[in-house]
């Protein structure tokens, strides 16, 4: 970021790509807001990518798997026993596992188009899919806990058990925040904010090495290669990121349902 | 970092405020995904998990009941082999006592033949030696009898007398006899 802010400052011209450039314009024009975008077509392309790939893998269902039967239950597998067996657990947790495994590849799915040359937009660092995304977690694990527990859920996940009286009045009123306030503003930003500055940090190295490839000055020249040094090891961290973060989203709907599910034991 | 912010803020491009349209797609795709899922990719996968499960402890109880049947031939045949044996020394003990038994029937039967061939002996040596007595008795009387006659010139035909006479000498011998042993 420091060599990509110098030459800005130094020559006055250079100016960064703000947020705004990652709202390309629209592929077909719409009524309302910006119309049908790039950012859209890569949705519905994920739900296609993701059906497609589970259903050919899935369909045979042969005792002894082939190769692409193998990827795909090793996919599942992943997400059903690595987050939905191991965080909820006990009997009910294959209700979740469809859940848990269409966000995790959803996600997952759209956050490598991130790191796809051409495609290179991660469909979340665009927030309303985040807000979608968490909103549905949101009202899952609450009904959840409703069905589970009655009414008496709400007191159950913002009363503590085991906490002295006169701390109550402190103790419930950040309970209410964390749990329900602060919980689904949180999950949805931490994905849609690691994505956008993913997006952001990718494009305005790149915009910085085509300002400096075309300076005058072979030394701001060939500073550029170290700019392009800087942003292959940023375009692999976001790779990275980009896996994880599809992790970790799924993992915390998968502790939000079990804690909503055993609040009675929390 | 903080020239972004604010040039996206004058611009009015706040990147918190979501786009209706991009949620709505989002949300519709996602559902779409979900009901595939449910339907269709978690049934499959669940089905093939199942029936594997199924056929790996199929193949199990298979092993494990062949494996009971294989152990009780076995035993059976154990049982089968010790009954043979116990069998062949019940026979062998049975041949033995019966060959001591014919053994012992035999000796007493060659005892008893060796007894009564012996009696027999005796019998017959007893009969003989009685006969000879007898006949020795009348043919020496007689002899000595005719004997003396001779010499003597005196009638002995009187059998009665000579009898007497033949007898009291034989008498006088066989005390002579008797008295000569001790």
Redesign the interface.
């Known amino acids: 970021?420091i060599a990509l802010a110098l030459p800005a400052q130094d020559s006055g011209t250079f100016t960064?790509p703000?947020?705004?450039e990652i709202?390309l314009p629209a592929i077909l024009p719409?009524g309302?807001?910006?119309?049908?975008?790039k950012?859209?077509l890569l949705?519905?392309l994920?739900?296609v990518i993701?059906?497609a790939f589970?259903?050919m893998a899935?369909?045979k269902?042969?005792?002894v798997?082939g190769r692409l039967?193998f990827a795909?239950?090793a996919a599942?597998g992943f997400v059903?026993n690595g987050i939905g067996k191991d965080i909820i657990g006990g009997k009910d947790f294959?209700k979740y596992?469809?859940?848990l495994?269409?966000l995790f590849f959803?996600i997952l799915v759209n956050n490598i188009y991130g790191a796809i040359p051409v495609i290179q937009l991660p469909?979340f660092s665009?927030?309303?899919?985040a807000?979608?995304?968490a909103g549905?977690v949101y009202v899952t694990w609450i009904a959840i806990g409703v069905k589970k527990n009655g009414l008496r859920y709400f007191k159950l996940a913002t009363v503590p058990s085991g906490v002295p009286g006169y701390i109550l009045p402190i103790v419930i009123p950040i309970e209410i925040i964390s749990n329900f306030l602060v919980r689904p503003v949180t999950h949805s930003l931490r994905l849609?904010a690691t994505m956008?500055a993913g997006h952001?940090i990718v494009m305005i190295a790149g915009s910085g090495i085509e300002y400096l490839v075309t300076q005058e000055n072979l030394f701001l020249k060939g500073t550029s290669v170290l700019v392009l040094g800087g942003a292959i090891a940023m375009y692999m961290l976001e790779a990275l990121i980009m896996v994880l973060q599809a992790y970790v989203f799924t993992l915390l709907t998968a502790i939000y349902i079990e804690g909503a599910l055993h609040a009675d034991s929390h | 970092?903080n020239?972004?912010i604010i040039?996206?803020a004058t611009?009015g491009?706040n990147?918190?405020?979501?786009?209706?349209?991009?949620?709505l797609?989002?949300?519709a795709?996602?559902a779409?995904?979900?009901y595939?899922?449910?339907k269709?990719?978690?049934p499959?996968?669940?089905?093939?998990?199942a029936?594997?499960a199924e056929?790996i402890e199929g193949g199990i109880a298979k092993a494990e009941k062949a494996q009971a049947e294989a152990s009780a031939a076995l035993e059976e045949y154990k049982q089968q082999l010790t009954d043979a044996r116990a069998e062949a020394n019940r026979i062998r003990e049975e041949a033995r006592a019966e060959g001591a038994q014919i053994l012992a029937d035999l000796k007493e039967k060659a005892a008893l033949e060796s007894a009564r061939i012996t009696a027999q002996a005796h019998a017959a040596i007893q009969s003989e030696r009685q006969a000879a007595v007898v006949s020795l008795r009348t043919e020496v009387g007689t002899l000595a009898t005719t004997l003396a006659g001779r010499i003597v010139g005196e009638s002995l035909e009187d059998d009665a007398r000579s009898a007497r006479v033949v007898d009291r000498f034989l008498a006088d011998l066989e005390n002579q006899n008797a008295g000569a042993a001790k």
């Open positions: 970021m960064p703000g947020i705004e709202h719409w309302a807001a910006d119309g049908f975008s950012q859209m949705v519905i994920s739900v993701i059906a589970f259903l899935a369909r269902g042969q005792l798997p039967q795909g239950e599942y059903r294959m596992v469809p859940l495994f269409s959803f469909t665009h927030v309303g899919g807000y979608v995304m549905i849609f956008l952001l | 970092m020239q972004l040039s996206a611009e491009a990147p918190l405020v979501p786009n209706p349209w991009e949620m797609v989002v949300f795709g996602f779409v995904l979900m595939i899922v449910v269709y990719v978690v499959m996968f669940e089905k093939t998990f029936e594997r056929a």
